[in-house]
């Protein structure tokens, strides 16, 4: 029951990340979808790690595969906190986006991403139902 409880929690923390993109987007003062690009880099972020956890429980013995592949992870995080940043600070008269977006965008993306922390380490608890995964 404790691991069905992580998960509504993670569940509910995920939603509140993504509401925190949609407002950098949506709000009136705002009014442009780039913050919304950082949606990607969430879907590839996880996904290198992901494989190179099934290669090595496959094969037995850590090797540089994992390694390989969190450092491509955290070239995907790097990347979607950096891509707000680069198009608030640009050179145009106008910048890409507003500095309140950019905001919104980086705290959707530590909730995010403290959220998939919290998802592996419920995924691969001994006890958990879920570690089968």
Avoid at 66 to 87: C, E, G, H, K
């Amino acid at each position: 029951m404790a691991g069905m409880k992580a998960l509504v929690t993670l569940a509910f923390a995920g939603s509140i990340g993504m509401t925190f993109i949609i407002l950098a987007c949506a709000l009136p003062q705002f009014k442009v979808w780039w913050p919304f690009m950082v949606v990607l880099f969430y879907l590839f972020a996880p996904v290198p790690t992901l494989l190179a956890r099934r290669y090595t429980e496959r094969t037995g013995s850590p090797n540089s595969s994992m390694d390989l592949a969190i450092f491509i992870t955290m070239f995907f995080v790097v990347s979607s906190f950096a891509l707000p940043i680069v198009l608030a600070r640009s050179p145009l008269p106008h910048p890409a986006i507003e500095w309140g977006a950019c905001y919104f965008t980086l705290a959707g993306n530590v909730v995010v991403y403290l959220t998939y922390i919290g998802f592996f380490v419920t995924l691969y608890q001994d006890d958990s139902d879920y570690n089968m995964w």
